[in-house]
């Protein structure tokens, strides 16, 4: 090839390099809410980033839901709740340690304490759903692999409901082709009813990985050409 020639080349490399970091960073290493029905509203930064006392998180009709740590590669086993029985704290299925997963936190707490309000949405993930906690003494444990910034007491918060005497419970169910449709409706008069649902992680290639396999595509094409055309440039035999 000829130096214009090569010169051409590195440009167009180049060009197709800084498409593929823009692709990288319009879709990070994340399984996050992707959508949502239902009194549900999406906060974009963890409440334990922006408050440091319970008693000063948002409030609202709706369920409030943000993501929390993402792309996690479990140092331990960590404990489940059984949606059937919120109660139960023992015995529990876990998701085993080694699994890489990420981290959604979904709360519900109206502003009008001592009245019984309810709250029902519909919550896509775009990892499926391997489990979810709903009780303070399940979700505390993992503070640290998925809210580090979390205030240490989380006293206030309450446990999701088992129907008592014909009352309404909170319920919780999984849903979609790949399991990663979550249905929750929470009862609530006066405690913050929490629950943290852990999603597979959505996996991505490396930047570099990335970086190289947009380039090596694009470069492959650019050469054949370029030899193509100087293979046509040489003479024929008689």
Same mark, same amino acid.
């Given at each position: 090839?000829?130096?214009? @020639?090569?010169?051409? %080349? ?8 800084? +498409?593929?970091? &823009? ?21 974009? %930064? ?8 319970? $008693?000063?998180?948002?409030?609202? %009709?709706? /369920?409030?839901?943000?993501? @929390?740590?993402?792309? +996690? *590669? ?12 919120? #109660? ?19 709360? /519900? =707490?109206?502003?009008?304490?001592? =009245?019984?309000?309810?709250?029902? $949405?519909?919550?896509? /993930? ?8 709903? #009780? !303070? ?6 503070? #640290? ?7 240490? *007491? ?8 088992? +129907?008592?005497?014909?009352? !309404?419970?909170?319920? $919780? &169910? ?12 929470? &009862?609530? =008069? ?9 999603? +597979?992680?959505?996996?991505?290639? @490396? ?32």
């Amino acid at each position: 090839m000829k130096i214009k @020639e090569v010169q051409n %080349t590195i440009v167009r490399v180049l060009e197709l390099a800084a +498409v593929s970091a &823009t692709i990288l960073a319009a879709h990070p290493a994340d399984a996050a809410i992707i959508g949502t029905t239902g009194q549900i509203e999406i906060l974009d %930064t963890p409440i334990w980033e922006t408050h440091s006392n319970i $008693a000063g998180i948002p409030k609202s %009709t709706s /369920f409030l839901a943000f993501d @929390e740590e993402q792309n +996690v *590669s479990l140092p331990r086993d960590i404990q489940i709740s059984d949606p059937t029985n919120w #109660d139960k704290l023992f015995d529990l299925d876990v998701i085993p340690q080694g699994s890489r997963v990420s981290s959604h936190f979904i709360y /519900f =707490q109206h502003p009008q304490r001592g =009245q019984r309000l309810n709250a029902g $949405a519909t919550i896509e /993930f775009s990892g499926s759903i391997l489990g979810f906690m709903g #009780d !303070p003494a399940l979700i505390n444990p993992t503070n #640290d692999l998925f809210a580090p910034n979390a205030i240490t *007491s989380l006293s206030r918060f309450g446990t999701l409901d088992e +129907v008592i005497n014909g009352s !309404p419970r909170d319920m $919780a &169910t999984i849903t979609g082709n790949r399991g990663n449709i979550l249905e929750v409706n929470f &009862t609530n =008069q006066s405690s913050i009813d929490p629950m943290r649902v852990i999603t +597979v992680a959505t996996p991505v290639p @490396e930047p570099l990985t990335l970086l190289g396999t947009g380039t090596a595509l694009g470069i492959a094409p650019l050469l054949k050409r370029a030899y193509s055309k100087k293979q046509n440039k040489k003479p024929k035999d008689d």
